[in-house]
Each structure stands twice: as C-alpha cells, then as structure tokens.
C-alpha cells in the first residue's frame, strides 16, 4: 500500500516537472520586451491533478486516531433552517409591496450535471416563493444568442438575479457572456468587479458568490473559530478556489492556496485547521493529508458510474471520507454538505438583490 | 534576549484575543438577518502589528549559517538596465509616430514620504524621456477638486497613465477617487476591475500593480524558480500584499499571506522558499523566521528619526537585514531593492499604457 502513495507522489513530480519545463519555455523575453516576466495570459495552465488511486488502498497514517469519528455537518438540515427565514422574508415582501424576488437562469446545451443543478435551483426557488424563469438554448448556440437572453433578463425589473450556468460549450466566450450580466443582477458574484470588491480589504462586493459563502456559513453555523487559524483551499478556480480563499482571508484565516503545481500538497495539507477542497478530484484528499482534529470542508462534486443508483451515477467528493472521518473533528458529506448550501446561498443572493432593487428594507 | 521574543510574543497573542473577541462580538445574528455570515464591512480591522524590538536583541537562530551570507540583489543596477531598454523605446515611439508616453501625478498635501516619492517618478520619468505633469492640491481639498483633476486627465489625449498618490488626507474619499481613474490609463492598477482580472485566471488586467510586478521581476531577473514553490507575503494591504500574493500565484508559487491575526507567523514564514514582506513594521523578520536558503524582497520602507542622514532620518525594511542575510540565500536592501524597481515598473505601465493607446506596436 505503501508503495502505491509512492507510486503516486512520484508521478505527480514527474507531471509537475513536465509542467515546469513548460514554464520555462514561456519564460524566455523576446527581443523587444523590456521585462523577463512574461504576460499573464502565457502563464495559465489547466490545473490537472494526476488521477488518484481508490480511497481504501492507503490507509490514514493517525493510527491512534483510528476510533475517533468526526462530527458530520448536515447541509441539508442548516439549508432547511434558512430556506424557512427566506420563505417568511419573501412572504412579508410579497404582503408589503406585491412583489417576490426574481431568478433568471440560462442553460446552454443539455450536461446532464447542469440540467441537474439547474433542476434543482428551480425547485428550491418555488419552494421559498422565488420566482424562476429558465432560458434554454441548444448546445450550438451563438455568443450572441446567450448575449440576447443576458441583455433582455438585465432589463427586466422582475428579474433581480441572473446565472449563466457554467461550464459553457467551449465554443461560446465565457468571460465576454459573463461580463454582459449587469452587475446589480450578478447572483453568482463572478464580475470582475464583484471579485475585485471581494479581494480589496475596505469595499464589499454587491455578491459573494455562492460556494464561498455556503463554506464560511457552515464553518459559522458549526461554531468552527476562523480568525486567526490556518486555512488551506485546495483547488484555484475562478468560480470556487479564488473566491473562497479571498473570503476566508476576509475573516481573518491565514490561507494558503494549494493547486496541482503546489510541490508537497499533503504535507501543506496537514498544517491546516480548516481544509476546503474545491479540486474535483475524487478521493484526492487522504486521511495522511488532515491535521488531527481540523475541519474538512468538501467541495468537490465528481460523478461516478454507479449501476446501483436511479441515474446511473453517484457524486463523490474530494475527500477520502472514511479516511478523514478519522482523524478530523468536523467534516461535511458528499452528497448533503455544501451542495444544498450552495443553492440556499443562491437565495440568499437573489432575496438580497430585490430587497437593494426594490430599495425594501 | 530569548526573554525579549516571548514577551513580544505573548503581547501579539494578547492583541490577537482582544481582536478575536471583537471579531466575535460582530458574529452575532441580529433578528432580521437570515445569515450567521457578518456583512463583509464589518469585518475590517485595521491590521496593527505590535511594535517589535531593535534588531540586534534576538539572534538569528541558524548559528550554523552564521557565516553564510545572502546574495544582495541591486534594484538600482536592474533598473538601470531595464530604464535604458524604455528609453530606447521612447525615442523610437517619437522617431515613429511624434508621441511620448505621458504621465499625469495628482498630489494631495504635503506629506514628506509622498513628495519624496513623486519626485523619484518624476526625475525617472525625465530621464527615459516620458513626459510628466503634476497637479497638487491642498490637503484640506475636496473630493471633488481631487475628482475634477482625474476627469482633465481621463480627457487629455496626451496623458496615457494617471497616478493619485496615496495615501491621501483621511477626509477625502479614496474609493470613489481611485474608480474614478480611466481603467485604460490605471497605471497603479488600483481599481477593482483591474484587481478583479489580477485574480481570475483566463483574464488578464491591463495593468499590474508597480511594487507586485517589481517583486516578481527582481525574482525572474535572480534565477529564483517560483512555480511550485511556497511563498509567503507578510501583510494583506490593497496596494502590496494582496496583489502580489495574486501574483505570485499566477505563477503557480503556493501561496500564504501571513497578516496580524496570524497565530505563530514566524513558524509560517519559516516554511517558504520565497518571503515578500510587506508589513510596513521595522525589523519584523528576524533571522528565525527565514528558512535556510529562502529568498527575502523586503518591501517595507519606514522612516526611522537619523541625524545623521540628510532629511534627518532613514528609511528601514520590514526585515532584520544583519540576521536574515545570514540565513536567507538571496535578499533585496533598503533602500536600493524593491523602491527604484517599483518606479520602473510604473514606467514600464506609462509605456505600455502609451503602445496601447496609440495602436502602436
């Protein structure tokens, strides 16, 4: 068994070397270039992390830890408790000014996850009397086609939040389409402006975007102490890395952002009282990874061929969870942790926008 | 001497409680609030480092380096270097096509540092053949004689870069001041749409932030390999900190930011190959904080009462110089490390902004 860890930390040197020979040919400054940084633009990667053997074959190196068990946070129960304060909100709204707040969503093609997600942010909206309206355009869609929907959602005063559900067909310009969303309207919190105002210590952006905010929430609502306490963010997306390493810097954690070309992940790991694991890969973090008695925060959402389930297919996290549940004090499950509270925070984002929108206190 | 640290250490920690308790104090949900999640505003404290004793009181810890000594990079010699290349590249610009980058400084008061510091542009600029002009202002001004010399600037075709020095007078209203800069001409790369694109990969801001974009040239300049490495950034702010931990995570450094509220940041520090200290806090990095071998940009430069020295006193890093360059492998002085690359690289952004705008290549 040991030797399968081995196996691996050794391909993931070996991947990291071929990456960073790659770094190096882009490093050389052509002859008209004043400085030898290059763009920003030359230097992103695709953040690939070599695939991870299955979770049992290592076992967690906290031998003495083997009988402790992790206290599991419900997402699914803390979701439930909001979603009622966001339903007594709406009705009051509805009671004092004859208005609900307003979802549009856009969904280009048909990924089953996104349909998934997509479903699923619907239901939750009627369930705390959220009005949704939902635009579908085929796989093979224009730019300007998702532009058209964007610009005619941006005019529409009963639509106070808008989502183009990502990833797009790789065709389509991510950032120009999202860019176009306005940003009173941006629930999902990814303008530019919005990260921007999240990152800069003094200003505060109109939205946090969803994740995030479901991990510091949670973090809250379990009583887990962030200030002050070493955090470390597995994963540096744009849509969940980024912004929860920035927030929870906001809150006074000491963050290390850890990614696939990060040299000793495990070790960087398991100094951290507050893991969140946002990689998309299933079973990367081990029981060896986790500092006796931190909280294990896990993002990660990857589907899995299982015959066994209705729609052929289980979603796994990060974490290897029958190693962690050893060895850390709080954990959250995949499914039933951060997904249900991803999509409260949703509402939450929309209620906020109506109230600022339709200045409703 | 041991004595000395563990008093400062305990007097951090003491700092640290009183804050926590305040940051627990702001927790509390008030009734109409759906969320346990504090508004971000209210989560800005100031990060206030306790006052560290003189240098020489601790000795550095690795007495088996005690002999090694660090190279000392010279941010005058590189700079020289790089200011020849964009001197060169201006006279071309005017054979070209009749036109100089421009530069426009707004100044608000009088304050010593900030007249020092626009001065040390302006002679720079001179002497690669930039234009410059400098509106000052009064420091009992208004928001708006401030705000009505950025518009003249936003305007004028000659000027390609506008620079508000700060900080300024603590009654004007540095946000709205600083978003009121023409993002094409945001040669700080201050305003958040600038900061947001620093953060989000796949995007890439116009400008680059001069003390950040200095840090990593003199780190490419010295051969020092990022990619992979650990980094730590000690201090968060807006204009170093932050931007430069974004950065060096752009070139896939794993990153931690080390702040105020940090528990034990000498133990963290200590674990980087790359220390950036931007605290502001003289002699905040002893000897024991730095790994053997690691490289250290001290970015700090604070102004200690000399009588000796002309202006009647000296500016000072953030690093124990004595003690660090016998455990660091490369080190940047003060002065004469990340000051006069800072200002090239604001004259690099005055050149780029200028190519940009005139469509010239």
Known sequence: MRLVAITWLSCLRRHLQTKTRFLHTLKGPQSDQI????????????DIWTPISPCHSIPAIHKSFNEQTARILDGKLMSAEIRSKIADQVRQMKKNVGKVP?????????????????????IAC?????KSVVTELPTDCADADVQNAVMKFNKDPSVHGILVQLPLPQHLDEEKLLDAVCLEKDVD??????????????????????????????????GVKIAGKRAVVIGRS????????????RHHATVTIVHAYTENPEQTTSEADIVVSAAGVPN?????????????IDVGTSP????????????????????????ASV??????????????MLLVNALDSAKRMLNYT
């Open 238 to 249: 744009n849509i969940v890395g980024l912004p929860t390493s920035l927030l929870l810097q």
């Open 189 to 222: 919190g990814f303008h530019p402006i919005n990260m921007g105002e999240l990152a800069l210590s003094g200003r505060e952006p109109l939205f946090i975007p969803c994740t995030p905010k479901a991990c510091i929430e949670l973090l809250i609502r379990s």
């Open 102 to 122: 307003g979802l549009a969503v856009i969904l280009v093609g048909q990924r089953r996850d996104s349909v998934t997600y997509v479903r699923n942010k619907i």
């Open 331 to 344: 954990i959250t499950p995949v499914p039933g942790g951060v997904g249900p509270m991803t999509v409260t």
């Open 284 to 296: 990367l973090v081990r029981g060896n990874w986790i500092k006796s008695g931190a909280t294990v």
């Open 35 to 46: 400085l030898m940084s290059p763009t920003l633009a030359s230097l992103d990667l695709p």
């Open 126 to 130: 009627e369930e705390v009397g959220i």
């Open 304 to 327: 899995v061929k299982d015959s066994s389930c209705e729609d052929g297919y289980r979603l796994v996290g990060d974490v290897c969870f029958e190693e962690v549940i050893k060895v």
